[in-house]
């Protein structure tokens, strides 16, 4: 049985754990490092640990977790997204010291997170992968033999990667050899793992990924698709449940094909299995994200199912208590990244204090985040400020209601995403549901628009005036 828990993690996601844990009644210890003293999730914790050094470094290190973990007799440690979540290590130390990780076996996690090894298993159940080098590449001719038989464009990817890093997209024999040094500098960089391999590049395809829970017993279910074709530079932006392009019969078999390939890989607790399906509606496996991820809300809202809370279930060694048929997707959810983002200026990081924050409300909207007014964003983390999650009843509703949560949301003193998200709900291609990984860059003028000063802006600025000049 799981009294406390220990979220490894911080900011939203942090949140995201706590709230799962009190409606359970078991009790929380947040870690934080001294840029997030003042985050809402340490607030909220029933306790909080500083861990050091520096910003990141706490976040980091498995053993000063661990071993915090055992002193405060937490039962299990919660990893979040990002991070400890995919470190096989992490999860061995946990064990070792009798404490239960919230996820999958090191086995599993070491498994998955090389995407070498997750195509060969793919290729041995017999689910489609992309065409790509059969292992990984350890030469320029043989990279450059793949090219010519395959034919361009191909894809170069980290073996190791994640986050969207380490991808590059070639398109002629003159360019490989740069993206190729490239590539494995910024893997090595990343992920401390410079190996490279080569995919077929599918053009225009829909990212259709597929929620798996699956329990110590070996009872795995899907909890449908999302679609998170629209993207930049490979990094999610917005993510949509259920897909507009999938058939019933097309969403039954690729959902079989994720259980078949977790089950393979001995999978439980909760994951995701991420697939390119080609406009000739092929589909082909692209990897496995073995933890939760950032756009589970979506499917949360269209199920009904607490994704958080049954991975702590599962971890506690309980088995799943619904059954795939028990699992119906009710209506469109579109989830919004509210970034601390400048889209005009390359997505450029925008940091500093924010002036004034008002979150949208009302029916079907949903507001993970981690921003108040006065709260200074830390530069050294990612630029996720809050996730606007929208449920309707048809596309169409979704769509108009997540454009009016926009208008709503008010949140100043940073740039932020919440104008071109804007833009993109009242562009006639997204309304209309037609788009694909390409989406952005086939759509510049959703960068076109000027930013909305408000009353309130007027009263921000007049007050932070007053107080200068009182200052003075
Ligand atoms: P990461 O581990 O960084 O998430 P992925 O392998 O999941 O990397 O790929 C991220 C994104 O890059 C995909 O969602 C897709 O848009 C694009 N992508 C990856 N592989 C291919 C491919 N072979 N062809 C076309 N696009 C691809
Ligand atoms: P995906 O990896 O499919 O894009 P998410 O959007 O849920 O899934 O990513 C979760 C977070 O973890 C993001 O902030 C992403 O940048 C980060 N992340 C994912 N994989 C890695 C990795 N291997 N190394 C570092 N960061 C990662
Ligand atoms: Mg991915």
Known sequence: MIRKILVANRGEIAMRVIRACRELGIATAAIYAESDATAIYVKKANEAYLVGPGPVQGYLDARQIVGLAKRIRADAIHPGYGFLAENGEFASLCAEAGITFIGPSPTALALLGDKVKARELAGKVGVPIVPGTSGSVSSLDEAMAFCHQTGYPVMVKASAGGGGRGLRVVRSDHELKEAMDAGAREALAAFGNGELFLEKYIERPHHIEFQLLADKKGYIIHLGERDCSIQRRHQKLIEIAPSLVLTPRLRAEMGEAAIALARAANFHNTGTIEFLLDQDGKYYFMEMNPRIQVEHTVTE???????????????????????????????????????????????????????????????????????????????????????????????????????????????????????????????????????????????????DYEEMVEPVDLVVALSAAIAAYEGL
């Open 301 to 447: 809202q269209i199920t009904a199912v607490d994704i958080v809370q049954s991975q702590i279930w599962i971890a506690s060694g309980m088995p799943l208590v619904f059954g795939q048929h028990e699992v119906s997707l009710q209506g469109y959810a579109i989830q919004c990244r509210i970034n601390a983002e400048d889209p005009q200026n390359g997505f450029r990081p925008s940091k500093g204090k924010i002036t004034a924050y008002f979150s949208p409300g009302g029916i079907g909207v949903r507001i993970d985040g981690q921003v108040y007014k006065d709260f200074s964003v830390p530069p050294y983390y990612d630029a996720l400020l809050a996730k606007l999650t929208v449920h309707g009843r048809t596309w169409d509703e979704t769509v108009r209601r997540t454009h009016r949560s926009l208008e709503e949301f008010l949140l100043r003193g940073v740039k932020t995403t919440i104008p071109f998200m804007t833009k993109i709900m009242e562009e006639p291609d997204f309304r209309a549901g037609r788009f694909d990984t390409s989406y952005l860059d086939s759509h510049p003028m959703l960068y």
